[in-house]
């Protein structure tokens, strides 16, 4: 936090939210252990400061807290929720300032994509305070005279949550919005790379009037993940688990919910397919692209992974999309202005990229521009032509900036190559045949569909992956339907 600029007058520093303590019952506690471990900002090695390493025993007690709170805060209004909710989401966008510079200074991404991921978290818990006050029941035409058939809707209970480091502020929201929102209350972990975001937002949510009990974050570090994950999972206490993050860890939450059969929403990685069709504006496309691919450094699930462009545009729109990358790309620290790549969450992810990049080229591609890491956790924005589905990076999910570009000659060919992936979660495309635009956003198997378009993620749509991508949508009015039980209420012996 040493080379930030100073706050706004009458804002809170960035520093203000660093803390040194996790968030359980409305107060700020250390681990039973009394250990901790350290952050450190991803750019620049520093360690920004350390926070507590909580273990089963600390996760237990947080359940326990939130299964308390949950008695209370089930019985409390939509509107009452909806007031609160809506504080909190001011308080973030009135912090946003200083919650992007945290926020850029834990993960890394540069200040203006930290300030865009900081609009959108609170655009979850604003979408959320409104769509708490419509959920309805139903009440179904009787087939018998006696009797009413009614159907509630009703908050499942305690909710455990796994959050990213990608998204160390949205992906809360998404989640503990529509959570709080339905009358549930939380045990969440955050990322061990990013636990500031999330405490931010418990010290926010604590200044808004949301109850004791009602958030919890419990932070640990990588070695005491997998135990924490587990408490959460196989708690009886806890009824629903909701994690973003990658499929194996995903598949395995999986089955440690199975023994308390809970409800899961996973959203996992994804194999994005980008298709530029011969009839698509190729200028617009390399714009889309250059959302789609370079944002966050290609460190998204919704990321493009695959560029498949057609022959007959091909050589046209590697060569734009050269000059926009050579031209508008500039890789440094994100906290600098004029920084649009910041730097890749550790050194393993600079790792996989090289090793992305290596095989690809030792299978006949060809490095158009970038291609090489620049020391610490820095890796060159990247293109590669002649790239096959053989490739690791067309048949693994890349998470870092190399754009791969795949010739293809018709529809048929591309979409059978899109959907050929265990990965379903997002797919673009461009093309201006109207037909061929319909008949590809139904053909695509995945969750979402940029066409035209090449970042579409916003808090009012629902957001989720087909396949090996997930369970369950988040977001928009679907996201606040995963934290509701159906019930189904039989009124009998009426005259
Ligand atoms: C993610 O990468 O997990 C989320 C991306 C988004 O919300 O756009």
């Not at 540069?110 to 006050?133: D, H, R, S, V």
């Not at 980008?274 to 250059?290: L, P, R, W, Y």
């Not at 202005?337 to 006949?364: F, R, Y």
Request: net charge neutral.
């Amino acid at each position: 936090m040493d080379n930030l600029a100073p706050p706004k007058p009458g804002a809170r520093p960035a520093s203000s939210f660093v803390y040194d303590k996790a968030f359980v019952n409305g107060e700020w506690v250390a681990a039973s252990s009394g250990k901790t471990f350290e952050v450190v900002n991803p750019a620049n090695g520093k360690v920004i400061g350390s926070v507590p390493d909580m273990d089963a025993t600390d996760t237990e007690r947080a359940i326990k807290v939130a299964y308390k709170a949950f008695q209370s805060w089930k019985e409390t209004t939509a509107k009452e929720r909806s007031t609160l909710l809506r504080k909190w989401a001011n308080l973030v966008n009135e912090n946003i300032e200083e919650l992007s510079k945290l926020l850029t200074s834990e993960m890394g991404k540069p200040l203006a994509e930290a300030k865009g991921e900081i609009t959108y978290g609170g655009g979850f818990l604003e979408l959320f305070a409104e769509e708490c006050k419509r959920v309805e029941g139903d009440i179904i035409q009787t087939p018998v005279k006696s009797r009413r058939l009614l159907v509630l809707k009703q908050p499942i209970g305690v909710s455990g949550m796994i959050t990213p480091w990608n998204f160390p502020n949205a992906m809360i929201t998404r989640k503990a919005g529509a959570a709080i929102a339905a009358g549930c209350t939380v045990v969440l972990k955050p990322a061990e790379d990013t636990p500031y975001s999330a405490l931010a937002l418990c010290d926010l949510a604590k200044e808004a009037g949301i109850p004791a009990g009602v958030l919890n974050v419990v932070t640990s570090s990588r070695n005491n993940a997998g135990q924490v994950g587990k408490t959460i999972c196989e708690s009886p206490l806890v009824t629903k688990m909701s994690f973003t993050g990658s499929t194996a860890v995903g598949k395995l939450l999986l089955q440690q919910c199975a023994s308390t059969v809970k409800k899961v929403s996973l959203e996992l990685g994804g194999n994005a397919p980008f298709i530029v069709f011969e009839s698509a504006d190729v200028d617009a496309a390399v714009q889309g692209v250059m959302g789609a691919k370079f944002r966050c450094s290609g460190q998204t699930c919704v990321c493009a992974n695959r560029i498949f462009v057609h022959e007959s545009i091909y050589d046209e729109f590697v060569q734009k999309m050269a000059v926009v990358v050579e031209k508008d790309l500039k890789l440094g620290d994100g906290i600098d202005p004029g920084t649009t790549q910041g730097p890749l969450i550790n050194k393993k992810a600079v790792e996989k990229i090289e090793a992305h990049v290596q095989d690809a080229v030792s299978k006949g591609a060809k490095v158009v521009c970038g291609g090489k890491s620049k020391g610490g956790n820095f890796f060159e924005p990247t293109i590669l032509t002649e790239v096959t589905n053989e490739m690791r990076c067309s048949r693994e999910e890349i998470f870092g900036p190399i754009a791969g570009i795949i010739r293809f000659k018709t529809e048929e060919e591309v979409v059978g190559l899109a959907n050929a992936t265990s990965s379903g979660l997002a797919g673009y495309f461009y093309s201006r045949d109207f037909s061929q635009i319909w008949r590809v956003a139904e053909r695509l198997e995945s969750g979402l569909v940029g066409v035209n378009e090449g970042v579409i993620s916003t808090p009012d749509a629902p957001f989720g992956g087909w396949k090996e991508s997930g369970l369950g949508s988040e977001g928009g009015r679907y996201g606040i339907e995963e934290y509701l039980e159906i019930k189904y209420v039989c009124m009998g012996g009426l005259q």
